[in-house]
Protein backbone atom coordinates (compact mmCIF):
# COMPACT_ATOMS: atom_id res chain seq x y z
CA UNK A 1 0.00 0.00 0.00
CA UNK A 2 1.11 3.48 -0.45
CA UNK A 3 0.92 6.40 2.19
CA UNK A 4 -1.05 9.36 1.12
CA UNK A 5 -0.27 13.09 2.25
CA UNK A 6 -1.70 14.62 4.84
CA UNK A 7 -3.89 16.42 2.89
CA UNK A 8 -5.15 14.04 0.89
CA UNK A 9 -5.79 11.26 3.46
CA UNK A 10 -8.11 14.18 5.32
CA UNK A 11 -10.09 14.07 2.28
CA UNK A 12 -10.93 11.01 2.20
CA UNK A 13 -10.90 9.36 5.66
CA UNK A 14 -10.73 5.63 5.42
CA UNK A 15 -9.54 4.86 1.72
CA UNK A 16 -6.61 3.00 0.72
CA UNK A 17 -3.95 4.06 -1.60
CA UNK A 18 -1.84 1.72 -3.58
CA UNK A 19 0.15 2.47 -6.89
CA UNK A 20 -1.08 -0.23 -9.83
CA UNK A 21 1.11 -1.61 -12.52
CA UNK A 22 -0.14 -0.87 -15.85
CA UNK A 23 2.37 -1.64 -17.87
CA UNK A 24 5.62 -0.55 -19.91
CA UNK A 25 6.94 0.90 -16.25
CA UNK A 26 4.13 3.10 -15.63
CA UNK A 27 2.12 3.12 -12.37
CA UNK A 28 -0.90 4.30 -11.45
CA UNK A 29 -1.78 5.74 -8.20
CA UNK A 30 -4.99 5.06 -7.13
CA UNK A 31 -7.66 5.15 -3.65
CA UNK A 32 -10.48 2.27 -3.07
CA UNK A 33 -12.87 2.70 -0.55
CA UNK A 34 -16.63 2.10 -0.10
CA UNK A 35 -18.72 -1.24 -0.56
CA UNK A 36 -20.75 -2.16 -3.74
CA UNK A 37 -20.49 -2.23 -7.65
CA UNK A 38 -17.57 -0.98 -9.07
CA UNK A 39 -17.19 2.58 -10.38
CA UNK A 40 -14.25 4.59 -11.53
CA UNK A 41 -13.69 8.08 -10.77
CA UNK A 42 -11.39 9.86 -13.35
CA UNK A 43 -10.39 14.15 -12.76
CA UNK A 44 -9.29 16.16 -15.53
CA UNK A 45 -6.98 19.12 -15.73
CA UNK A 46 -5.15 20.54 -13.90
CA UNK A 47 -6.18 18.67 -11.13
CA UNK A 48 -5.80 15.36 -9.32
CA UNK A 49 -8.11 12.27 -7.70
CA UNK A 50 -8.80 15.01 -4.99
CA UNK A 51 -11.63 16.53 -7.11
CA UNK A 52 -14.20 13.60 -5.91
CA UNK A 53 -13.70 14.40 -1.99
CA UNK A 54 -17.07 15.99 -1.46
CA UNK A 55 -19.32 12.97 -3.52
CA UNK A 56 -17.07 10.52 -2.41
CA UNK A 57 -18.63 9.74 1.03
CA UNK A 58 -22.19 9.50 -0.29
CA UNK A 59 -20.52 7.36 -3.65
CA UNK A 60 -18.78 4.94 -0.92
CA UNK A 61 -22.20 3.95 0.27
CA UNK A 62 -23.26 2.44 -2.75
CA UNK A 63 -20.03 1.28 -4.77
CA UNK A 64 -16.60 0.17 -4.49
CA UNK A 65 -14.64 3.34 -6.03
CA UNK A 66 -11.67 3.53 -7.11
CA UNK A 67 -10.11 6.59 -7.89
CA UNK A 68 -7.30 6.98 -9.96
CA UNK A 69 -4.35 9.64 -11.03
CA UNK A 70 -4.41 9.64 -14.46
CA UNK A 71 -0.98 9.52 -16.12
CA UNK A 72 1.26 12.40 -16.03
CA UNK A 73 -0.92 13.83 -13.24
CA UNK A 74 -1.27 13.47 -9.48
CA UNK A 75 1.12 10.75 -8.19
CA UNK A 76 1.31 8.78 -10.98
CA UNK A 77 4.23 8.15 -13.21
CA UNK A 78 4.60 10.54 -15.57
CA UNK A 79 6.42 9.01 -18.71
CA UNK A 80 7.94 11.08 -21.57
CA UNK A 81 5.57 12.09 -23.85
CA UNK A 82 7.31 11.87 -27.42
CA UNK A 83 6.68 14.49 -30.33
CA UNK A 84 3.40 14.18 -30.10
CA UNK A 85 2.46 13.34 -27.09
CA UNK A 86 1.98 9.93 -28.13
CA UNK A 87 2.53 8.71 -24.77
CA UNK A 88 -0.36 9.96 -24.01
CA UNK A 89 -2.51 9.01 -26.43
CA UNK A 90 -6.00 8.69 -24.89
CA UNK A 91 -5.91 4.94 -26.12
CA UNK A 92 -2.98 4.50 -23.52
CA UNK A 93 -4.38 6.18 -20.94
CA UNK A 94 -7.93 3.98 -21.64
CA UNK A 95 -5.86 1.08 -21.13
CA UNK A 96 -4.02 2.18 -17.75
CA UNK A 97 -7.41 2.50 -16.67
CA UNK A 98 -8.80 -0.91 -17.64
CA UNK A 99 -5.65 -2.02 -16.38
CA UNK A 100 -5.92 -0.56 -12.51
CA UNK A 101 -9.70 -1.76 -12.49
CA UNK A 102 -8.26 -5.93 -13.69
CA UNK A 103 -5.63 -5.90 -11.49
CA UNK A 104 -8.07 -4.97 -8.51
CA UNK A 105 -10.64 -7.23 -9.80
CA UNK A 106 -13.29 -5.58 -11.54
CA UNK A 107 -13.82 -6.72 -14.95
CA UNK A 108 -17.02 -4.78 -15.64
CA UNK A 109 -17.72 -1.47 -14.26
CA UNK A 110 -19.49 2.07 -14.50
CA UNK A 111 -17.12 5.21 -14.81
CA UNK A 112 -17.77 8.81 -14.07
CA UNK A 113 -15.42 11.36 -15.15
CA UNK A 114 -14.41 15.13 -15.31
CA UNK A 115 -12.71 17.21 -17.98
CA UNK A 116 -9.69 15.15 -19.44
CA UNK A 117 -10.43 12.39 -17.52
CA UNK A 118 -14.08 12.66 -19.62
CA UNK A 119 -12.00 12.23 -22.87
CA UNK A 120 -10.16 9.07 -21.47
CA UNK A 121 -13.32 7.65 -20.25
CA UNK A 122 -14.92 7.95 -23.77
CA UNK A 123 -11.62 6.34 -25.42
CA UNK A 124 -12.45 3.74 -22.78
CA UNK A 125 -15.57 2.76 -23.70
CA UNK A 126 -15.26 3.05 -27.42
CA UNK A 127 -11.97 0.69 -27.42
CA UNK A 128 -13.61 -1.28 -24.35
CA UNK A 129 -17.14 -1.30 -24.48
CA UNK A 130 -17.56 -4.47 -22.80
CA UNK A 131 -16.28 -3.40 -19.91
CA UNK A 132 -18.16 -0.34 -19.27
CA UNK A 133 -21.52 -0.81 -18.06
CA UNK A 134 -22.42 2.70 -17.51
CA UNK A 135 -20.33 6.24 -18.70
CA UNK A 136 -21.13 9.89 -16.79
CA UNK A 137 -18.93 12.25 -18.37
CA UNK A 138 -19.04 15.89 -16.42
CA UNK A 139 -18.76 19.31 -18.25
CA UNK A 140 -16.94 18.33 -22.31
CA UNK A 141 -18.46 17.95 -25.40
CA UNK A 142 -16.74 15.50 -27.70
CA UNK A 143 -12.93 16.04 -28.19
CA UNK A 144 -13.29 16.22 -32.25
CA UNK A 145 -16.64 18.11 -31.82
CA UNK A 146 -14.62 20.67 -29.93
CA UNK A 147 -11.85 21.10 -32.25
CA UNK A 148 -13.60 20.90 -35.37
CA UNK A 149 -16.37 23.45 -33.92
CA UNK A 150 -13.63 25.67 -32.53
CA UNK A 151 -14.42 29.63 -32.72
CA UNK A 152 -13.36 32.73 -31.05
CA UNK A 153 -14.85 32.66 -28.08
CA UNK A 154 -14.44 29.13 -27.07
CA UNK A 155 -10.44 29.90 -28.64
CA UNK A 156 -10.77 32.89 -26.12
CA UNK A 157 -12.00 30.84 -22.79
CA UNK A 158 -9.99 27.77 -23.60
CA UNK A 159 -6.89 29.39 -24.33
CA UNK A 160 -5.15 26.57 -22.60
CA UNK A 161 -6.18 24.01 -25.23
CA UNK A 162 -3.72 25.83 -27.69
CA UNK A 163 -1.06 26.64 -25.56
CA UNK A 164 -0.03 23.46 -24.16
CA UNK A 165 0.19 21.93 -28.06
CA UNK A 166 2.84 24.73 -28.49
CA UNK A 167 6.22 22.97 -29.50
CA UNK A 168 8.48 22.14 -26.11
CA UNK A 169 9.78 23.35 -24.30
CA UNK A 170 7.83 26.81 -24.63
CA UNK A 171 4.79 25.80 -22.28
CA UNK A 172 6.67 23.65 -20.02
CA UNK A 173 9.25 26.02 -18.85
CA UNK A 174 6.37 28.52 -18.47
CA UNK A 175 4.68 26.13 -16.63
CA UNK A 176 7.57 25.04 -14.09
CA UNK A 177 8.68 28.31 -13.47
CA UNK A 178 5.83 28.96 -10.99
CA UNK A 179 3.26 26.15 -11.16
CA UNK A 180 1.59 27.03 -8.42
CA UNK A 181 0.19 30.14 -9.96
CA UNK A 182 -0.66 28.12 -13.36
CA UNK A 183 -2.85 25.94 -11.53
CA UNK A 184 -4.43 29.08 -9.68
CA UNK A 185 -4.81 30.73 -13.03
CA UNK A 186 -6.25 28.18 -14.93
CA UNK A 187 -8.82 27.15 -12.31
CA UNK A 188 -9.31 30.70 -10.75
CA UNK A 189 -10.51 32.29 -13.87
CA UNK A 190 -13.52 30.26 -14.25
CA UNK A 191 -16.43 31.33 -13.02
CA UNK A 192 -16.86 30.65 -9.51
CA UNK A 193 -13.20 31.86 -9.41
CA UNK A 194 -11.22 29.64 -6.34
CA UNK A 195 -13.86 29.94 -3.92
CA UNK A 196 -15.26 26.17 -4.72
CA UNK A 197 -11.79 24.40 -3.67
CA UNK A 198 -11.05 23.22 -0.46
CA UNK A 199 -7.88 24.66 0.95
CA UNK A 200 -6.08 20.69 1.17
CA UNK A 201 -7.37 20.00 -2.08
CA UNK A 202 -6.16 23.46 -3.91
CA UNK A 203 -2.65 22.29 -1.89
CA UNK A 204 -2.63 19.08 -3.98
CA UNK A 205 -3.59 20.24 -7.07
CA UNK A 206 -1.03 22.64 -6.76
CA UNK A 207 1.75 20.09 -5.21
CA UNK A 208 0.99 17.74 -8.08
CA UNK A 209 1.92 20.20 -10.80
CA UNK A 210 5.11 20.90 -9.40
CA UNK A 211 6.34 16.82 -9.44
CA UNK A 212 8.83 16.86 -11.84
CA UNK A 213 7.55 15.37 -15.54
CA UNK A 214 4.02 16.85 -14.62
CA UNK A 215 4.28 19.98 -16.82
CA UNK A 216 5.51 17.63 -19.77
CA UNK A 217 3.02 15.16 -18.86
CA UNK A 218 0.22 17.83 -19.01
CA UNK A 219 1.26 19.34 -22.46
CA UNK A 220 1.64 15.74 -23.72
CA UNK A 221 -1.94 14.91 -23.12
CA UNK A 222 -2.90 17.56 -24.51
CA UNK A 223 -0.77 17.53 -27.78
CA UNK A 224 -2.04 13.82 -28.25
CA UNK A 225 -5.66 15.09 -28.17
CA UNK A 226 -5.03 17.49 -31.04
CA UNK A 227 -3.01 15.27 -32.92
CA UNK A 228 -3.62 11.01 -32.71
CA UNK A 229 -6.54 11.42 -30.57
CA UNK A 230 -8.39 13.19 -33.60
CA UNK A 231 -7.21 10.20 -35.57
CA UNK A 232 -8.52 7.51 -33.77
CA UNK A 233 -11.75 9.66 -33.11
CA UNK A 234 -12.12 10.38 -37.10
CA UNK A 235 -11.61 6.51 -37.32
CA UNK A 236 -14.61 5.64 -35.16
CA UNK A 237 -16.88 8.37 -36.98
CA UNK A 238 -16.05 6.98 -40.65
CA UNK A 239 -16.99 3.13 -39.41
CA UNK A 240 -19.55 4.52 -37.79
CA UNK A 241 -18.85 3.21 -34.43
CA UNK A 242 -21.50 4.40 -31.58
CA UNK A 243 -20.55 3.90 -27.96
CA UNK A 244 -23.22 0.80 -26.79
CA UNK A 245 -23.79 1.68 -23.13
CA UNK A 246 -26.10 4.05 -21.71
CA UNK A 247 -23.96 7.56 -21.26
CA UNK A 248 -25.14 10.56 -19.07
CA UNK A 249 -23.60 13.58 -19.89
CA UNK A 250 -23.67 16.32 -17.29
CA UNK A 251 -22.02 19.83 -17.74
CA UNK A 252 -22.25 23.57 -16.15
CA UNK A 253 -24.84 26.15 -16.84
CA UNK A 254 -22.27 28.73 -16.33
CA UNK A 255 -19.43 27.14 -17.97
CA UNK A 256 -17.60 27.44 -21.74
CA UNK A 257 -19.51 24.28 -23.01
CA UNK A 258 -22.80 25.17 -22.57
CA UNK A 259 -22.28 28.72 -23.87
CA UNK A 260 -20.14 27.46 -27.09
CA UNK A 261 -21.56 23.56 -27.91
CA UNK A 262 -24.77 21.50 -27.70
CA UNK A 263 -23.30 18.35 -25.44
CA UNK A 264 -26.20 16.25 -25.66
CA UNK A 265 -26.57 16.66 -29.32
CA UNK A 266 -22.76 15.96 -29.94
CA UNK A 267 -23.04 12.82 -27.54
CA UNK A 268 -25.78 11.72 -29.52
CA UNK A 269 -23.30 11.56 -32.11
CA UNK A 270 -21.25 9.06 -30.70
CA UNK A 271 -23.29 6.82 -28.40
CA UNK A 272 -26.77 5.16 -28.81
CA UNK A 273 -28.47 5.63 -25.44
CA UNK A 274 -27.95 9.53 -24.52
CA UNK A 275 -29.29 11.26 -21.75
CA UNK A 276 -28.34 14.64 -19.78
CA UNK A 277 -28.85 18.15 -18.89
CA UNK A 278 -27.33 21.36 -17.49
CA UNK A 279 -26.16 21.70 -13.82
CA UNK A 280 -26.43 25.18 -11.73
CA UNK A 281 -22.98 25.43 -11.99
CA UNK A 282 -19.96 26.15 -13.92
CA UNK A 283 -16.73 23.99 -14.73
CA UNK A 284 -15.57 22.25 -11.40
CA UNK A 285 -19.14 20.35 -11.01
CA UNK A 286 -17.78 17.93 -8.66
CA UNK A 287 -16.68 20.55 -6.18
CA UNK A 288 -18.87 23.74 -7.45
CA UNK A 289 -22.40 21.80 -6.99
CA UNK A 290 -21.56 18.18 -5.25
CA UNK A 291 -24.92 17.61 -4.09
CA UNK A 292 -26.74 18.32 -7.74
CA UNK A 293 -24.49 16.11 -9.40
CA UNK A 294 -24.74 13.53 -6.99
CA UNK A 295 -28.72 13.99 -7.35
CA UNK A 296 -28.39 13.36 -11.23
CA UNK A 297 -25.70 10.84 -11.48
CA UNK A 298 -26.32 8.60 -8.66
CA UNK A 299 -30.27 7.36 -10.09
CA UNK A 300 -28.28 6.84 -13.33
CA UNK A 301 -25.26 4.83 -12.01
CA UNK A 302 -27.29 2.69 -9.78
CA UNK A 303 -29.45 1.40 -12.68
CA UNK A 304 -29.22 -2.35 -13.79
CA UNK A 305 -28.06 -2.84 -17.06
CA UNK A 306 -30.33 -2.68 -19.60
Do not use: N
Not at 16 to 40: I, N, Y
Not at 95 to 121: C, S
Not at 192 to 213: D, K, M, N, T, V
Amino acid sequence: MTTMTDDLASLYPGFAAQHVPVGGGVQLHALTGGEGPPLLLVHGHPQTLAIWHKVAPRLARHFSLVLVDLRGYGDSAKPAPGEGGEAYAKRLMAADLLAVMRHLGHARFAVLAHDRGARVAHRLAADHPGAVRRLALLDVAPTLAMYEQAGDAFARAYWHWFFLIQPAPLPERLIEADPAAYVRDVMGRRSAGLAPFHARALAEYQRCIALPGAAAGICGDYRASAGIDLAHDRADRDAGRLLPMPLLALWGEQGVVHRCFDPLAEWSRVARDVRGHPLPCGHYIAEEAPDALLDAALPFLLQGDD
